[in-house]
């Protein structure tokens, strides 16, 4: 069993999706189109996207409603790997709501289900029960090109490993992850590149870019249709102390310019002390960490 290459097919997945490639994208086996991850869903026999994307519509006839301001839901949610010895609960019976603007750490030790639960919030994973609630839409039942769209234009995504394209410029990068692709993004990518500090780096390739200039620019792309919420999976893992403070600013200014959630994980106590709220996960199951202290708004 290799579940992080599976993870990382699914990471690539997006970013190429994000990146404007996703007609290139092979169907892995068990899905409808070639999105979402196999293996989350129905525990036990082989899944079949489709048919659990039936029953969960069936078994949720009536859309679930959000709090009008949730940018982003879990209702009930659960979700199954199926392992070499069986299934793996890795999400079990999750709920919770996220508000616009929020920002929202996911912590837990390692193996208790916090990149589960992120593929799943990302539309990447189909749920075996329960539902991922975008902007108070109930996405239970939704089609594939439904899916990918909100994905597209409501959701960003960060990752730890930064997931550029080689051969693409940083403008480029950034550029064909906007709904109406390279040339249309082109001008929005420049700037929005010139606010995370790297207007002088337009041209450059990613391999010409440190790690945290990399990351700065796949916040810049995870920005770029300007989403409801983005979903942060340890995006601060492979950079040192002093990088991962600038990165976290440019996500969370950047984030806040347009009212935008982020709901990040991470295994860093300081990326979690930044949050407003905390969500704790132990084996499959999350709690509000009510030992937090949200940092103090600055006085203006
Ligand atoms: N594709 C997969 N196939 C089988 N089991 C998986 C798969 N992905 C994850 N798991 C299992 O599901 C459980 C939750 O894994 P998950 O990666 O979501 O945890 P995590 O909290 O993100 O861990 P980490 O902090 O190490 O990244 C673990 O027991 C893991 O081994």
């Given at each position: 069993?290799?579940?992080?290459?599976?993870?990382?097919r699914?990471?690539h997945?997006?970013?190429?999706?994000?990146?404007?490639?996703?007609?290139g994208?092979?169907?892995?086996?068990g899905?409808?189109?070639g999105?979402?991850?196999?293996?989350?869903?129905?525990?036990?026999g082989v899944?079949?996207?489709?048919?659990?994307?039936?029953?969960r519509?069936?078994?949720?006839?009536?859309?679930?409603?959000?709090r009008?301001?949730a940018?982003?839901?879990a209702?009930?949610?659960?979700?199954?790997h199926?392992?070499?010895?069986?299934?793996?609960?890795?999400?079990?019976?999750?709920?919770?709501?996220?508000?616009?603007?929020e920002?929202?750490?996911?912590?837990?030790?390692?193996?208790?289900?916090?990149?589960?639960?992120?593929?799943?919030l990302?539309?990447?994973?189909?749920p075996?029960?329960?539902?991922?609630?975008?902007?108070?839409?109930?996405?239970?039942?939704?089609?594939?090109?439904?899916?990918?769209?909100?994905r597209?234009?409501?959701?960003?995504f960060v990752?730890?490993?930064f997931?550029?394209?080689?051969?693409?410029?940083?403008?480029e990068?950034?550029?064909?992850?906007?709904r109406?692709?390279?040339?249309?993004?082109?001008?929005?990518?420049a700037?929005?590149?010139?606010?995370?500090?790297?207007?002088?780096?337009?041209r450059?390739?990613?391999?010409q870019?440190?790690a945290?200039e990399?990351?700065r620019?796949?916040?810049?792309?995870?920005?770029?249709?300007?989403?409801?919420?983005?979903l942060?999976?340890?995006?601060?893992?492979?950079?040192?102390?002093?990088?991962?403070?600038?990165?976290l600013?440019?996500?969370?200014?950047?984030?806040?310019?347009?009212?935008?959630?982020?709901?990040l994980?991470?295994?860093?106590?300081?990326?979690?002390s930044?949050?407003?709220?905390?969500l704790?996960?132990a084996?499959g199951?999350?709690?509000?960490?009510p030992?937090?202290?949200?940092?103090?708004?600055?006085?203006?």
């Amino acid at each position: 069993m290799d579940p992080h290459g599976r993870r990382r097919r699914a990471h690539h997945r997006v970013a190429g999706e994000a990146a404007g490639l996703s007609r290139g994208v092979g169907v892995l086996p068990g899905q409808c189109g070639g999105r979402r991850v196999r293996g989350a869903g129905d525990a036990g026999g082989v899944p079949d996207q489709c048919a659990a994307r039936r029953r969960r519509a069936r078994d949720h006839p009536e859309p679930v409603r959000t709090r009008v301001e949730a940018v982003l839901g879990a209702h009930r949610l659960s979700l199954s790997h199926q392992g070499p010895d069986g299934p793996v609960a890795a999400v079990r019976d999750v709920s919770f709501e996220v508000a616009a603007g929020e920002i929202v750490a996911l912590v837990g030790r390692s193996g208790s289900g916090k990149t589960s639960l992120l593929m799943a919030l990302g539309l990447l994973a189909t749920p075996g029960a329960g539902t991922v609630l975008v902007e108070g839409r109930d996405t239970a039942g939704l089609a594939d090109a439904e899916l990918s769209a909100l994905r597209r234009d409501r959701i960003g995504f960060v990752f730890q490993a930064f997931n550029l394209l080689p051969q693409f410029t940083a403008q480029e990068n950034v550029a064909m992850a906007h709904r109406s692709g390279l040339r249309g993004g082109a001008e929005r990518a420049a700037r929005l590149l010139g606010e995370v500090g790297l207007g002088h780096r337009l041209r450059h390739r990613p391999q010409q870019l440190s790690a945290g200039e990399q990351q700065r620019v796949a916040v810049a792309r995870a920005l770029v249709n300007a989403p409801a919420v983005v979903l942060a999976d340890e995006p601060t893992g492979n950079l040192d102390a002093e990088t991962e403070s600038d990165v976290l600013d440019v996500l969370t200014t950047g984030a806040a310019g347009s009212g935008c959630a982020v709901l990040l994980v991470t295994h860093s106590a300081g990326v979690a002390s930044r949050a407003g709220r905390v969500l704790r996960m132990a084996d499959g199951l999350c709690a509000e960490d009510p030992e937090h202290d949200a940092p103090r708004k600055a006085t203006p």
